[in-house]
């Protein structure tokens, strides 16, 4: 596996990705973000709305197929760019997990984040099954809980931080 940011060809299998694990998000806002990351002249007035003020993601390729199985992204919103980024569209397909790609897509990120000299990477995540392995391999790698609200769905959004000045590179 190597990792390489999106780019035009490597779109639709990200897009693929994101849809098989996170289902229907494409028609949202949210949806529109690898999109946005690409053709941001495209996209002025969705950073506007969004309050996002940076926003870059990557892709993992399978080395024999040269296919998209994992993507990670970092994006800044505007309340609080100075300290912290955020992770966003963190996933690895199905068919690969298990294997340690994730680790090696979360600590890549991570180091992006450290050397953007950000005091915290953000995310949130959900109370529900399907994202259980991704919350036990986010705590095991250091976040802790922030806070936490319930979404439309009737599932806990969980919202996990990493104090990246005090980790080890």
Sequence with gaps: MYIE????????????LREEVFPGVSNSSEGQSLLASLYLDEYTQWFSNSGITQLNYWVAID??????????????????EQEADWLGWFCVASRFRGKGIGKELLDFTIDLAQAKAKRYLRLYTWEHPSSYVARMLYLK?????????????????????????????
């Excluded at 080395?63 to 993507?71: A, N, P, T, Y």
């Excluded at 809980?145 to 005090?166: A, M, P, R, V």
């Design 5 to 16: 940011s999106l780019s035009i060809a490597t779109l639709e299998q990200a897009i693929h």
């Design 63 to 80: 080395e024999e197929s040269f296919q998209v199985i994992g993507l990670t992204g970092l994006y800044c919103k505007s309340e609080d």
């Design 141 to 169: 790698r250091g976040f802790y809980q922030i806070g936490e609200s319930l979404n439309s769905s009737g599932f806990k959004t969980i919202y996990l931080e990493l104090q990246l000045d005090s980790i080890l590179s």
